[in-house]
């Protein structure tokens, strides 16, 4: 099956908001045997939206939409795919039950607009919204698929994976199970020329390099059939890539650096201190977003002139005048003089 994503809202046309959606969705739909072949942004213009849908029908088997659920006049997308398909939009009364108890929930009071979001094209699979008041839904015609969900990541994310995902997987008579690798300090093009004999050796599982800011990953996918077990297959090429590109690969569980360092440190009960400059606090930003950092996290210092870096960390004047305030000479001194501060 071949897919399109359909994001809608002129906020996104504006560039008021970036578009994750369509990132996150087309990562995760090849998992289940889903292509994704086109991106398409639309306002929220029913005629548009209209002739967007048209076109994305006859070029695609599934359709997934975002945005456009909400209870407001702008929030046409439920009613112009109910006109597309022919059907009627129908009030389903546990859901509305829902809308109320969420709600209540929240100590808001529900406003009458809000009825409009327990409606839902006749025939379609609800897709629950444990997340907000826009329930999502799964509507077959013709032998296309729409997929309706809310435009808010928080609320998308999840119903995606526990709806939408498990959907196509029962369809589907494969499956397909991916591993992402992790690589930090070694650039794509250095990546690829160790591992090229692996990847073009490889029909099951594949490899597809992806670049990303700062680091290298690698999805690694194998396709089983139903009660095959994937992971053998999966773990003899991971195995052979660690060990080609050693230290660089920090994680197989597709984990973000600052995770697998604040895991580390918080597992082995090793406390952490940091001097920064010109990343501005970035680091620390990073490291106490991380869930219990505090056990080891003592804190840090910005130290973006060079007369804190002396008065306050004890760094060289001479080391600055030689070899400036960018340099493994000045960053070892930091390091030293918030250990002895902390």
Do not use: W
């Not at 897919?3 to 008021?16: H, P, R």
């Not at 998992?31 to 306002?43: A, C, D, R």
């Not at 960018?326 to 501060?341: C, H, Y």
């Amino acid at each position: 099956m071949n897919a399109e994503i359909v994001a809608i809202g002129t906020e996104l046309l504006l560039g008021q908001i970036v578009n994750t959606n369509a990132q996150y969705i087309s990562q995760r739909l090849p998992e289940v045997g889903v292509n994704v072949y086109f991106h398409s942004v639309v306002g929220d213009n029913p005629e548009r939206l209209k002739r967007c849908l048209s076109i994305a029908m006859e070029r695609s088997d599934v359709i997934i939409t975002t945005g456009g659920l909400g209870p407001t006049n702008d929030d046409i997308t439920k009613e112009t795919i109910a006109r597309l398909l022919g059907k009627e939009l129908v009030l389903h009364e546990d859901i509305l039950e829902e809308i109320k108890v969420f709600f209540k929930r929240h100590n808001r009071e529900m406003t009458q607009n809000n009825i409009k979001q327990a409606y839902l094209p006749e025939g379609s699979i609800v897709i629950r919204n444990r997340n907000g008041t826009a329930p999502g839904c799964i509507a077959e015609s013709n032998g296309k698929v729409f997929i309706l969900l809310p435009g808010p990541p928080s609320e998308m994310r999840p119903m995606f994976e526990e709806s939408v995902l498990p959907y196509f997987m029962e369809k589907s008579g494969h499956l397909l199970v991916s591993r992402y690798i992790r690589i930090f300090g070694i650039g794509e093009s250095q990546v690829e020329n160790r591992i090229i004999d692996i990847i073009e050796s490889q029909t099951n599982p594949t490899i597809a390099p992806y670049a990303k800011e700062g680091e290298v990953m690698l999805r690694v996918t194998a396709r089983c059939g139903r009660g095959e077990e994937p992971g053998k297959l999966l773990d003899s090429v991971v195995d052979k890539i660690r060990e080609r590109l050693g230290d660089a690969v920090y994680s197989i569980e597709n984990e973000e650096l600052e995770e697998v360092v604040a895991n580390l440190l918080i597992y082995n009960n090793i406390t952490i201190s940091i001097a920064e400059s010109c990343t501005g606090g970035l680091i620390s930003k990073k490291l106490t977003d991380m869930a219990g950092i505090s056990k080891v996290f003592e804190g840090s210092v910005i130290s973006y002139s060079n007369d804190l870096k002396i008065n306050m960390l004890g760094v060289n004047k001479d080391t600055l005048e030689r070899y400036g305030a960018v340099s493994s000479q000045t960053a070892i001194e930091m390091a030293n003089g918030i250990r002895d501060i902390t």
